[in-house]
């Protein structure tokens, strides 16, 4: 549930050009990756991981489990009633 509203907020953003940068890293004209030349193997190699585990559906169940056992939301005590 938590992945579902986050990812629904991720294609809001993304539509209203609030901030989720192109594939370039650009935020509409401007923007970028603001870091040291030495650093973007680096930062490349992590955005790719990060669009891995994102695609990765057994990535979703275990950080929805980790969200409701061990960061507390929602936990099983949680009132389920509107």
Do not use: Q
């Not at 990060?50 to 936990?75: I, M, V």
């Amino acid at each position: 549930m938590f992945i579902e509203r986050a990812k629904a907020g991720f294609r809001i953003a993304e539509r209203k050009g609030s901030g989720i940068p192109d594939p370039a890293g650009h935020f509409g004209r401007f923007g970028g990756r603001y870091v040291a030349e030495t650093l973007m193997s680096a930062l490349i190699e992590l955005e790719k991981a990060y669009r891995d585990a994102w695609a990765d559906r057994s990535f979703h169940r275990e950080l929805d489990g980790l969200l409701e056992n061990y960061a507390g939301r929602p936990t099983p005590c949680t009132s389920r009633s509107g």
